[in-house]
Every structure is written in C-alpha cells, then in structure tokens.
C-alpha cells in the first residue's frame, strides 16, 4: 500500500522538480579575496551558459579591483529569493574593503527570465512608477521602506538630502512575491540599515 503511494509521488516530484534549476554555490578564495557565487543548471543549457556568463563578469569585475592598489580585498556573494517555472530572483552583492571602520559593499538585484536569460524590468511584476511620484511617495509613507532585513521600516531619512533622485533599476521579487525597488546604504537611510527595499504596488 504504501509503496503503492510513494511512486506516484515521487514520479510528480520529478516532473514538477525539472522545471526548476539547479544551483551550485561555487566559492573561489585567496589571501585577498572570498568570490561566493551560484551556477546555474536550467532545462534550456544555453539560457543558463547566459546567466552564468553575466554572473561570472560581475564576480571578474569584483577581483578586477584588486588591480589598484587601494583595495586591499574584495568578496562576492549571493542570496537566492525565489524561484518559479517562469523565473529567478536572487540578490548578488560585491564588497570591498580599502580601510577604515568597515568596507563598502553593493547589492544588485536580478531577476532572469528562465525561457531567454533576459533581465527582465520590475514593470514585468509591478505598477511603473515615476520618480516624482515614488519620492513624494515614499515621503508620505505611501510606499513603504524597509531596512536590509525586509522586516525593520526606514523612515528613509536621507531622502530629504537627494537632489536627483531615480526610480533604481535594481530590484526584487521576494519568496511571497512582493517586488521591492533597492536602495544602496546612504542613499535612503544609514550603512546600518543596509540596502533599502521600497515595495511597489504589483500589477495584479
């Protein structure tokens, strides 16, 4: 009976399992540097080899800073967000250190259509927005701001202090499907709260 049951369920995770990719956390390390990042397997090889190569020029750009002599180290690393038959959406953040109390980093958001290995725009998930519109927005807690964690609020204090502020072509789609626009330390809020995610209104 229960054998009965288990190979069915197991034949239906493999089919569901197949759609998904396979990640590899690849880790590349020296005296001066700790380069963490994934490889991708998706069904189609030549949309992974896609994303992998763009992943992998991020990880050369990141060690390339080594070459002047200011930095003294750097590392790359990576966090996977969420994962469907349709997409990928993962967060990868390069650091540096040149002294001082501590380094400086920045985290790029990307989201990759798993049928061609395109970047796909935050408009794919959520309402466009003006910069107008999502300054003013975000000044009145209309749109909310969240620290690093995705869980404190910012009251994006720096906001005031920004005369040319953009809509960020970095963003999210988190694992219950909210699409956050990012923000690197200092430009809304402190170094302590790390990269701010403001969450967009979503198109549905």
């Avoid at 034949?11 to 956390?25: D, K, P, S």
């Avoid at 390390?29 to 763009?54: C, D, G, H, M, Q």
């Avoid at 404190?152 to 906001?159: C, G, R, V, Y």
């Avoid at 809509?167 to 430009?187: C, H, T």
């Amino acid at each position: 009976m229960l054998k009965n049951f288990l190979l069915p369920l197991a034949l239906c995770l493999t089919v569901t399992a197949t759609a998904f990719a396979t990640v590899q956390e690849k880790v590349v390390t020296s005296r001066r540097y700790k380069l963490t990042y994934p490889v991708f397997t998706f069904e189609n090889a030549k949309v992974a080899k896609k994303v992998n190569k763009e992943i992998k020029r991020m990880v050369k750009d990141t060690r390339g800073l080594l070459k002047d002599p200011v930095y003294q180290s750097v590392a790359t690393d990576y966090k996977l967000l969420q994962e469907t038959e349709q997409f990928v959406s993962l967060t990868f953040t390069s650091w540096n250190y040149t002294g001082g109390a501590h380094g400086m980093y920045y985290t790029k958001g990307l989201v990759y259509d798993k049928a061609t290995g395109e970047a796909l725009p935050y408009t794919h998930f959520a309402k466009e927005v003006e910069a107008a519109q999502l300054k003013q927005g975000i000044a009145d807690g209309a749109f909310k701001v969240f620290c690093d964690d995705l869980q404190t609020t910012s009251e994006a204090p720096f906001l005031k202090y920004s005369e040319n502020f953009k809509v960020s072509d970095n963003y999210i789609v988190s694992e219950d499907d909210r699409v956050y626009l990012m923000y690197q330390p200092y430009e809304l809020d402190s170094y302590a709260a790390g990269v701010t995610y403001v969450q967009l209104p979503l198109n549905k």
